[in-house]
């Protein structure tokens, strides 16, 4: 463990109160700020913390083996190389991502092979006289402060002090072991795939199933039918011939030539033997029958699953083919045919009009919000019976807000829209349900 003796931080004008702060940063302090800011943890996890407002900044510069250049994760660049900084505080002396007892936080699901130096710099002491007491009135008042660093199972601290120098201050230098990273892949993270459920579903019961933990940004949908893909989404692009995943919007955009902007595709827009997956940050969101899923998993997790692969060998999917080709017996032809004729009836039957807040669903581009009584995905499956179209987000084409408790900002952009905004009562009347 590094330590702060009391008279290297006890200079010029560090009062006692500094030592205190000093001595406070522990780890328990680190568990106590990490829950309150909901910090994430992976399989390495890098956290930094201070007793002041100085807005100082935990960066981590990162070499991958077999890539020509490096890459900085860092409040200008928050995600890299499997790595996420989380959580960053103190930008400004207001408002929820200020504190006086601040924390900083990058974890890595799975960090890739290569060269990794963590480091503190400091963006602005936030210095004012009228604040505080005058305690941070000094702009190179000594700011004590330690980095913990989870690694291998084992925690290690870093403990220093920021004085006002110019230059950033290392607190771990370390390589990690493995393969050279092929340039453009975005680096092997641990994927699981799993096949169509045959009925809508959510990642919430998906990862009950699966039992696989949920972690924002780690669920991934296939492109199953015409999708609008906004900016910014984060796309992974599976090679099932060698069963390999192009990670990163970058890296997919690259491969597929296309641009980097709205995009609007569908699976004849995906080449052969690939399959397109788009990152959601709802745990509730609806994912259709027929659609793949995959989740970014951490090692254990992905070793656990490793032997029901969703990835079938060559023998087997030439196995998988021969089977659908094989030409199908005459009771299996009059099967099909009955199934056929009871899916187009069923199609084509009129769907409820019944009226409710507002009228029937038909034609109408909704959006849910809030916790709802009924499951998500019954919702989802009653509003498009009934002839909606539901959307993920509030916008200018919309029609109705279907709204339960804890609506928030859909709430407000929807009103700010002027559009038509139901609760539940309203919308199951309206579905017939």
């Known amino acids: 463990f590094g330590t702060i003796s009391l008279c290297s931080v006890c200079i010029s004008d560090c009062c006692a109160a500094d030592c205190a702060m000093a001595l406070a940063l522990d780890l328990g302090s680190l568990k106590k700020r990490l829950t309150r800011e909901k910090a994430q943890t992976g399989d390495m996890t890098a956290s930094l913390i201070w007793n002041d407002p100085a807005d100082l900044d935990l960066h981590c510069s990162i070499h991958v083996k077999g890539r020509k250049d490096s890459e900085q994760i860092y409040y200008g660049h928050p995600k890299g190389c499997n790595g996420h900084l989380d959580v960053d505080m103190n930008v400004s ?11 900083e936080n990058i974890f890595w699901k799975n960090p890739l092979p290569g060269k990794y130096e963590i480091f503190v710099d400091c963006a602005s002491m936030n210095t004012e006289e009228n604040r505080w007491e005058g305690k941070y009135s000094k702009e190179n008042r000594p700011v004590p402060f330690k980095v913990f660093l989870n690694k291998d199972g084992k925690m290690q601290t870093f403990s220093a002090v920021w004085n006002g120098r110019k230059d950033k201050i290392v607190a771990y230098k370390f390589s990690i072991a493995g393969d050279a990273v092929d340039e453009g892949t975005g680096g092997g993270g641990n994927y699981l795939v799993f096949p169509p459920e045959g009925k ?4 919430k019961e998906l990862c009950t199933k699966h039992r696989v933990a949920w972690q924002v940004g780690c669920g991934f949908y296939a492109v199953a039918r015409t999708e609008k893909i906004h900016n910014g989404k984060q796309m992974i692009l599976q090679d099932l011939g060698k069963s390999k995943f192009i990670v990163g919007r970058a890296n997919v955009l690259k491969k597929l030539s296309w641009p980097d902007a709205e995009l609007k595709k569908a699976p004849k827009d995906i080449p052969t033997d ?4 788009v990152q959601s940050t709802s745990y509730n969101r609806v994912i259709p029958s027929d659609t793949h899923v995959l989740f970014e998993v951490d090692a254990a997790t992905y070793a656990k699953h490793r032997k029901t692969s969703t990835i079938p060998p060559p023998a087997a999917k030439a196995k998988a083919k021969a089977k659908v080709t094989a030409p199908a017996t005459p009771k299996a032809k009059a099967k099909a045919k009955v199934q056929a004729k009871a899916e187009a009836k069923a199609k084509g039957k009129a769907a409820p009009t019944r009226g409710g807040g507002g009228g029937g669903l038909r034609g109408k581009k909704i959006v849910f919000t809030g916790t709802l009584s009924t499951p998500r ?11 909606a179209d539901v959307l993920g987000a509030v916008s200018a084409n919309m029609d109705v807000l279907v709204m339960g408790p804890g609506a928030g900002d859909k709430k407000r952009k929807a009103e700010a829209l002027g559009k038509a905004i139901w609760d539940e009562t309203q919308f199951k009347r309206a579905a017939g349900i």
């Not at 002396?93 to 007892?101: D, I, M, Q």
């Open 93 to 103: 002396t207001s408002g929820k991502k200020f504190s006086l007892e601040p924390v």
């Open 200 to 203: 809508s579903t959510t990642f």
């Open 274 to 277: 690939h399959r397109l997956f």
């Open 377 to 387: 995905a019954a919702a989802t499956a009653a509003a498009k019976a009934a002839g």
